[in-house]
């Protein structure tokens, strides 16, 4: 079956840390450029991050930029978002996508991120 | 990086067509022809239901169109169904490997 699992999400203090998963499978991963996108309760849909097949080209949204990174292993299938000094604004529903063409056709099921003292 | 104008809620009555528009800027929607659109019920992640403007990815039903004039691009629900109920995002290309959403439309089928 092709699908993306995410987890990593919980409930943390501001200025901590997490690291988000995203785990391909059904699909050859490698070929794919991959991105995250966030929905804060009640919220719309905001792009975060995205990087290339091979890791080599990443991009940020200005909201995240110098403190969440984006990497990935291919050899495991898996898609990474290191969040790191989170705030209370970055508390969001966080889903990983694959690209297809310029748009994103396949979505995992989210995993939650709260930040709240 | 600003989000795109969706307005907030549009509704039809089954079989009506119903109309939402997506308003950016020459940096976006005016400047790529890489408009995608989603469908996301309530709990649920988003479904993709249109990409490069008017193309539908497939199982999508061609009830579903795309389309986009100047800064300005259009999904349109055509005989409308009780299950298309449901909040719908815009989405464009904005350049240098950059994405921006629409902030979604919540379509009531009345």
């Known amino acids: 079956e092709v699908q993306l699992v995410e987890s990593g999400g919980g409930l943390l203090q501001p200025g901590g840390s997490l690291r988000l998963s995203c785990a391909a499978s059904?699909?050859?991963?490698?070929?794919?450029?991959m991105h995250w996108v966030r929905q804060a309760p009640g919220k719309g849909l905001v792009w975060v991050s995205n990087i290339n097949s091979d890791g080599s080209s990443k991009t940020y949204a200005d909201s995240v930029k110098g403190r969440f990174t984006i990497s990935r292993d291919n050899a495991k299938n898996t898609l990474y978002l290191q969040m790191n000094g989170l705030r209370a604004e970055d508390t969001a529903m966080y889903y990983c996508a694959r690209a297809w063409s310029v748009g994103f056709d396949m979505w995992g099921q989210g995993t939650m991120v709260t930040v709240s003292s | 990086q600003s989000a795109l104008t969706q307005p907030p809620s549009a509704s039809g009555s089954p079989g009506q067509s119903v109309t939402i528009s997506c308003t950016g800027t020459?940096?976006?929607?005016?400047?790529?022809?890489?408009v995608s659109w989603y469908q996301q019920h309530p709990g649920k992640a988003p479904k993709f239901m249109i990409y490069e403007v008017s193309k539908r990815p497939s199982g999508v039903p061609d009830r579903f169109s795309g389309s986009k004039s100047g800064t300005t691009a259009s999904l349109t629900v055509s005989g409308l169904q009780a299950e298309d109920e449901a909040d719908y995002y815009c989405?464009?290309?904005?350049?240098?490997?950059?994405?921006?959403f629409g902030g979604g439309t919540k379509l009531t089928v009345l």
């Open positions: 989405s464009s290309y904005a350049g240098s490997s950059n994405w921006v």
């Open positions: 059904g699909f050859t991963f490698s070929s794919y450029w």
């Open positions: 020459s940096s976006d929607v005016g400047g790529y022809n890489y």
